[in-house]
Structure formats: structure tokens, C-alpha cells
């Protein structure tokens, strides 16, 4: 099959789909892979260092997409990228869509078919290709948190960590999956008084055990939410249900109790959000100030430490995309753990999730293919 990888233009994305040793596997395994020129600039890889790896270089990402049967990238297509996707193709990504009325409706049009990496899943339940970038940003958001603290950034002017004498910041993650789990064991270490609230009984003694004891938690209901965010100096939002829109857990009048130059930081954003005053910013732009409440809201976290994030990526996507590759959408029908993550497929919504957030019509995999 013929693959192309592009240069991610969103506002300060610096992974890139495939890096120059994922490009090898593809290349061993009897692919061909298109690269846009300086698509590796962010992680330091040369257009000589793909070309050792087997691949051709492109001048133009309208050649990608033109010359390729399948689209390897991290982010969701902006819109001058989803016009060019055509039908048939396919597109293996980040998609986002339950937020993302105006990109699930071109990629729609588009007829292509797009695999979420969001939504593919494993033997275990788990999201694999979620949790390496949710590990990357549950640990940036402790230092995201951190740098908005400080009182010339707007925060409260609190060392996370405090010092002898002196109380360390008040922390709370709302979610303890692995956006919350990693905020956690990064706000623990920095010797933050750490709170983690979640729904899920079993998972509460699994994060107890896990913290032996440097992590409070606690059931996660309305009033258990507002003493905690009430009291805290820093709120993690980390509440995620796949494929769908995040509940929003802090309303604007909650804002008014929060301590003023107190910190929110919602992981969640790509899904809408799990503040009802969150709205997505970026890396050049990052937080913003409502009701005296510092507000982090960038969504493409992961994106700030490209080398890590897109080798973390590429270990997990591999086994994926080379499937994809070798059968194409043969792949999909075959494997439940892809076929998870078909968000769209011949102008039909295939994940009920997402069809349910933009109130579209949902398409089962066994209908649009027939």
C-alpha cells in the first residue's frame, strides 16, 4: 500500500505520524511511504533521515494526499486537509469528532474512511492508542498547572511542591483513569496534597493501593466535587467517555467559590471539555481568566514534547497501521479492536458515540458496508 505522512499544521504540533524507524517497518513490510517535506522537523528527523528509512520525499502535502491510499497522522484534518481526503482512502488519526461538527461533516463528504485512534481498543477494554498520549498529558498537566500558578502568569503564586514549613499546593484530578493516574503520581511527586474522585469503586482501590496512601480518594459525586474544587489550588479535569462529549463536572457558578488565582486544567478539551467555561486554546495562547479562575484549555497537549509523544505514538499505533496496510479495510472487518475505531466510512457515522453527540443519523459498520 501506498502511505503518506504529512506536516501537522495545527498551531504548535510538532509529532508526526510516522517516525523515520516506524517508516522502516512499514518499508520492511513491503509498503511504500510518502513524506512531506520537513514532516519531521519537529522531532529533529531530516528529509535524508526518512530517505534512509525507504522513504520518498514530497514536495507538497497536496502530493500526500493525492499519491496515497492511506493517511497516517496524529491530529485531526483541518479543513484545508479534509477537502482533499477523497473516497476510499484511508485516514488513520486522531479524529475528535463528538466536538467537531464541521470536520465530522467534511470527512463525511470526503468518502473516505477514518479510524479514530481514540476509539480502537484492546483485549482488555482499554484504549491503546489513547493511552500513551493521555499518559503525556496527564504529566504535562502537573507542570501546565505549576507555570499557571505562578502570580505573573495570574495564579496564586504557589509552589506545587511548597517548602518545609510552608503547605504544598491543594491538587485535585476529577477522573482516575490514566490522564488522572499520571497527573496524580506527578503531582505526589512534587509533594502536592493530591485528591483523586471517581465514580468507579474497584478503580478507587486500585489508585489506593497503587499510592499506598500519598493520594487521597473519593467517591465522586456533586457535593464531594464542589467541596474539593471549592478548596483546591489546582483542578485536573480527566473525565473522558470514548468517543462522546465530556460532561462538564464545574459550572460557571462554581467558579465564584473556587479560591481567585486558583488553576483549571482540563485534559478533556478534545472532547469538549469537562468545565462549562473551558474552550480550546493553544500552545502560543494557552490560558485565559474567567471569574478570577485561571484556565487551561490547550488541546494538543502531547504536542509540546513531540520526541517523546511520537515515539510513545508510533509504538502503539505500529501493529495497528501495518494491518491496515497490508489488508486495508479487510483490517477493519476482521479485527473488532479496529473495527472500534471506525468513526466514518463511506459518508456514514459508524461510532455511536460520536453520531449521538452531533445528533446525526449512526450507521452500524454491518450497514454502511453493505
Known sequence: MKVGILKEIKTHEY????????VREYVAAGHSVLVESNAGAG???????????G??????????????????????????????????????????????????????????????YETVTDAHGGLPLLAPMSEVAGRLAIEAAGAALKRYAGGRGLLIGGVPGVPPARIVVIGGGVVGTHAAR???????????????????????????????????????????VFAADVVIGAVLVPGASAPKLVSRGMLSSMRKGSVIVDVAIDQGGC??????????????EVDGVIHYCVANMPGAVPLTSSQALNNATLPFGLALASKGFAA???????????????????????????????????QAAA
Not at 200 to 225: C, M, Q, W
Not at 336 to 362: C, D, I, M, Q, W
Request: glycine share 6%; charged share 25%; net charge negative.
Open 275 to 288: 468545565f462549562e467555561t473551558s474552550r480550546a486554546t493553544t500552545h502560543a495562547d494557552p490560558t485565559y
Open 332 to 366: 477493519v472487518l476482521e479485527n473488532p479492536h479496529l473495527r472500534a475505531g471506525l468513526n466514518v466510512y463511506r459518508g456514514r457515522l459508524t461510532y455511536k458515540a460520536v453520531a449521538e453527540s452531533l445528533g446525526l443519523p449512526f450507521s452500524p459498520i454491518e
Open 55 to 116: 522513504a520518498t520525499i514530497a514536495t507538497s502535502a497536496r502530493e500526500v494526499f493525492a499519491s496515497s491510499e492511506m493517511i497516517v497522522k496524529v491530529k485531526e484534518p483541518q479543513p484545508s486537509e479534509w477537502t482533499q481526503l477523497r473516497e476510499n482512502q484511508i485516514l488513520f488519526t486522531y479524529l475528535h469528532l463528538a466536538p467537531d461538527p464541521d470536520q465530522a461533516k467534511g470527512l463525511m463528504k470526503s468518502g473516505c474512511t477514518a479510524i479514530a
Open 15 to 22: 509529532r508526526v505520524g510516522l517516525t523515520p524507524g516506524a
Open 43 to 53: 522531532i529533529g528527523a531530516t528529509d535524508d533521515n526518512y530517505r534512509k528509512a
Open 186 to 228: 506527578m503531582a505526589a511527586g512534587l509533594g502536592a496534597e493530591v485528591t483523586i474522585l471517581d465514580r468507579s469503586i474497584p478503580r478507587l482501590r486500585e489508585l489506593d493501593e497503587l499510592f499506598e496512601g500519598r493520594v487521597r480518594t473519593r467517591f465522586s459525586t456533586i457535593e464531594a466535587v464542589e467541596e474539593e
